[in-house]
Nanobody, 117 residues
Framework: QVQLVESGGGLVQPGGSLRLSCAAS?????INWYRQAPGKQRELVAR???????NYADSVKGRFTISRDSGKNTAYLQMNSLKPEDTAVYYC??????????????WGQGTQVTVSS
């Protein structure tokens, strides 16, 4: 079954931290984290390529870190110094390999992150 399973969202106070996880049913190739706030378009937050290069949206640079654990087929988004404007549903999007098949542009179900006092 082709799937990405996200976890780690929740309610946190401004200045706090959360770590999102994205578990794949195969070996991750490239991973993107997107977010969508109410009434706004989905935006790319961070990505890590197959070669390990990372890119971040300007709004999260220096606060968020994307990483992956190949042994666990899991990607992470460490979010520090969270702000109310980080409130959104966060989605994992990835390409991964399972057996002889490569699955591209697979989406997770999303996890809610709410930053509020």
């Amino acid at each position: 079954q082709v799937q990405l399973v996200e976890s780690g969202g929740g309610l946190v106070q401004p200045g706090g931290s959360l770590r999102l996880s994205c578990a794949a049913s195969g070996s991750l190739i490239s991973i993107n984290w997107y977010r969508q706030a109410p009434g706004k378009q989905r935006e790319l937050v961070a990505r890590i390529t197959s070669g390990g290069s990372t890119n971040y949206a300007d709004s999260v640079k220096g606060r968020f870190t994307i990483s992956r654990d190949s042994g666990k087929n899991t990607a992470y988004l460490q979010m520090n110094s969270l702000k109310p404007e980080d409130t959104a549903v966060y989605y994992c999007n990835a390409d991964y390999k399972s057996g002889n098949a490569i699955y591209t542009n697979v989406w997770g179900q999303g996890t809610q992150v709410t930053v509020s006092s």
